[in-house]
């Protein structure tokens, strides 16, 4: 069994920032990737960014430029650092990680950017 845990979401002001961390039970080299999603208010779940065991990211166009995915092995841990917050990415931030097609996700962190 595998647990994810994020941790570092909360309110924060149009243009602020703000660094999601997610912790893993076990070694995040056994991951195939991972990845933050996160679901708007009344929406549906979208990828946010993904990170390869080889360290190759991809992002949502949306968070392009403003966010950055990283990971740690030496405290298997998964970050996200977002900057220059908008409203629209309020939402519940997920950590996601998948294994030899088995997938995890964490509870999730809500991030709430006021106008």
């Known amino acids: 069994q595998v647990l994810l845990v994020e941790s570092g979401g909360g309110l924060v002001d149009t243009g602020g920032s703000l660094k999601l961390s997610c912790a893993a039970s076990?070694?995040?080299?056994?991951?195939?990737?991972m990845a933050w999603y996160r679901q708007p208010p009344e929406k549906q779940r979208e990828m946010v960014a993904t990170i390869t065991s080889r360290g190759t990211t991809r992002y949502a166009d949306s968070v392009k430029g403003r966010f950055r995915i990283s990971s740690d092995s030496a405290n298997d841990t998964m970050y996200l650092q977002m900057n220059n917050l908008k409203p629209d990415d309020t939402a519940i931030y997920y950590c996601y990680a998948t294994r030899h097609g088995f997938d995890y996700w964490g509870q999730g962190t809500q991030v709430t950017v006021s106008s």
């Open positions: 076990r070694s995040i080299f056994v991951f195939d990737h």
